[in-house]
């Protein structure tokens, strides 16, 4: 949600600034600007739509110089427009502010300065910083002594860079609830020093890096200086930047979503390499101690979106194979609800990100319960990450395309594992079943390849599905959480309405919705399920409902019940989820690209949402 970059150093700094912003398109934007001092002057160009379109309008601009802001907005205060878009200047156009958050006294701050002259542009929240930092500026405070005055008299959460024509060799920044990362490379013998929201728009550039904590500003010129809002100097270390190029590129593919579809199979092997050893289950990582774990009495996990879907799915996991209570809850709900807790509940964070707003709010909810919490992340370095007790690493790598794929599944796999690891601590698994689980594990990659093979099958239905307004999604117990994600997906990124419903509700109500131009698509693998399944097949067939059947290898029954049947490896039924959903993603990929419509980056979504 909404991306900043900033940079300082030897290179062009229009092309630094927009390859910068290109790699944070998955982020979701609506429009794009940069600032630049160039010539001594501070120049201003910003645009409504695609990044390309700023850079048509750059072509006009003659800009030089070496340090400059970027910035790629997603609407929360007021409509997509240019006039909207960031950088926002104070009234004389000698300073521009970049912004990610929502200045949640933004009204009040702004009516005071109406009365004192000021005049607004835009319809933005953002537009009161630069005011404000005028104001202080015409009450005598110096620049740097303004900035801070103005973060002290911000209420929200905010990531933000401002560059001025009175120090035309700095770049300001300050952090507090929104991520925001500073970086230093080097280029022909050169320093350089780079801000950014997320580390893709750094790389290759950024050899080191530092992740803010909130609370933390300052400025880049010929070095990094961070203070606190107490105005004390706070010192840092560097960290490596571990991610590579070929990381965040398409390579051949033609988007990223399909390219981390079928990265899929590598990842359950790295995750399998790393986590299960001789058959013992191992989570390096974890911090939390071994006497808590094998002594709950209670898990809730909150999560949002694809994430927690794949909550749902280890509820499942931790009730049958760890024997504790577990709830999973939307992070929007959880942090409102006050729930009933005690001193033996884990609260579980999912967060392909490790910064989703409302996921963060929970944590901090159940901390100011005095709860422990553990979080599954992505980002080692996200501030989910650095505010739970216990983490664990999703080891997906960076994922670009908006729609989740590869984070799912690698969600679903350590979560699987996590449960399995507490039955060991709590005595409830024995040793030739762990070592049963493991070898049927261990196929899981194999059998996702030979999935991904179907492709081409696949594609056949996407074209029946590519002219449907709406489709139907049916799953019981472990894949009920599979037809909600399926459902997501082919929403997502198609824009056909679909749903996913529990199979045994299928009566209770969304049987009403079936027609012969209504396809239903049946997660029906093997498994106790199955029977059941047929029952909810049956009905929507009799209603004239084309049925999308995903089934068991030599399924011939199902296969000859329905109009397309898609097969997967047989595999017990709690590690179904991990396969099923692997044509989902393919089907929603297809269906999109035969309606024209942007996979990687599809219309008001944005990949990390970090507002509330």
């Keep these: 949600m909404c991306g900043i970059v ?62 400059g802001i970027g910035h790629t907005r997603w609407a929360t205060h007021g409509e997509p427009s240019r006039r909207n878009a960031h950088p926002h200047t104070n009234s004389d156009g000698t300073l521009a502010v970049v912004h990610n958050g929502i200045i949640e006294n933004y009204l009040e701050l702004k009516q005071i300065l109406q009365k004192k002259g000021y005049v607004f542009e835009s319809e933005t929240d953002t537009e009161v910083i630069p005011h404000l930092i005028d104001d202080f500026l015409r009450q005598g405070l110096t620049l740097e002594r303004a900035f801070l005055a103005t973060l002290k008299e911000l209420k929200g959460k905010y990531a933000l860079a401002m560059i001025s024509e009175l120090q035309k060799e700095r770049i300001y920044f300050a952090r507090n609830g929104a991520p925001l990362i500073v970086a230093m490379g080097e280029h022909a013998g050169q320093k350089e020093y780079l801000l950014a929201s997320d580390i893709p728009a750094l790389v290759p550039l ?53 390219k981390e579809i079928y990265e899929q199979p590598e990842i359950m092997r790295r995750i399998l390499r790393r986590r299960l ?34 909550g749902l799915v280890a509820k499942l996991y931790l009730e049958q194979r760890a024997h504790i209570e577990t709830t999973a809850d939307y992070s929007s709900e959880f942090r409102y609800r006050n729930p009933v807790v005690g001193g033996d509940t884990l609260v579980v964070g ?65 979560l699987y594992l996590f449960a399995l690891y507490l039955s060991e601590l709590r005595w409830k698994i024995q040793e030739e079943e762990k070592k049963s689980l493991a070898l049927e594990l261990q196929n899981i990659p194999s059998y996702m390849e030979e999935i991904l093979q179907q492709e081409k099958q696949l594609r ?115 590690l179904s989820p991990l396969l099923a959903v692997l044509p989902l993603q393919l089907i929603a990929y297809h269906t999109a690209l035969l309606r024209g419509c942007d996979v990687d980056k599809p219309r008001n979504l944005a990949k990390s949402v970090t507002v509330e």
């Design 277 to 310: 050893r001789q058959n013992q289950i191992l989570f390096d990582e974890l911090r939390l101690s071994k006497d808590f774990l094998s002594s709950l009495g209670r898990i809730i996990i909150q999560a949002s979106g694809t994430s927690l879907h794949a």
């Design 460 to 574: 056949a239905i996407s074209e029946y599905l590519a002219d449907k307004n709406s489709v139907l999604f049916l799953g019981r117990t472990f894949n009920y959480p599979t037809a909600l994600e399926g459902a997501l997906k082919l929403k997502e990124i198609s824009y056909i309405h679909a749903e996913g419903y529990a199979a045994g509700e299928f009566k209770h109500g969304p049987i009403a919705l079936v027609t012969d131009k209504v396809p239903v698509i049946v997660i029906a693998p093997q498994g106790e399920m199955r029977s059941k399944m047929i029952s909810n097949l049956q009905e929507a067939k009799a209603r004239k409902g084309t049925i999308i059947a995903i089934i068991s290898k030599g399924d011939d029954e199902i296969a000859a019940l329905s109009d397309f049947a898609i097969e997967i490896p047989s595999i017990r039924e709690e």
């Design 6 to 67: 900033g940079y300082i150093g030897p290179k062009s700094i229009d092309s630094v600034l927009l390859v910068g912003l290109i790699k944070l398109e998955y982020r979701g934007y609506d429009s794009a600007g940069l600032a630049v001092i160039s010539d001594g002057e501070l120049t201003i160009a910003k645009e409504k739509g695609r990044i390309a379109d700023l850079e048509n309008r750059l072509r006009n601009l003659e800009l030089r110089g070496h340090v």
């Design 206 to 258: 950024a050899k080191l890096a530092y992740y803010l904590h909130d609370g933390e500003w300052g400025y880049l010129d010929n070095g990094v200086f961070l203070f606190n809002l107490e105005n004390q100097h706070v010192d840092f270390s560097w960290e490596a930047v571990t991610i590579r190029a070929e990381d965040i590129d398409k390579g051949s593919y033609p988007h990223f979503m399909i």
């Design 350 to 414: 999912i967060s392909q990100s490790g910064e989703t707003a409302d996921t963060l709010a929970g944590i901090h909810e159940a901390k100011a319960k005095f709860l422990r919490v553990l979080s599954f992340v992505n980002n080692l370095n996200s501030t989910i990450a650095r505010e739970s007790e216990g983490v664990i690493d999703l080891m997906a790598g960076p994922e670009i395309g908006v729609a989740s794929t590869k984070a799912y599944t690698a969600e679903l796999l350590n």
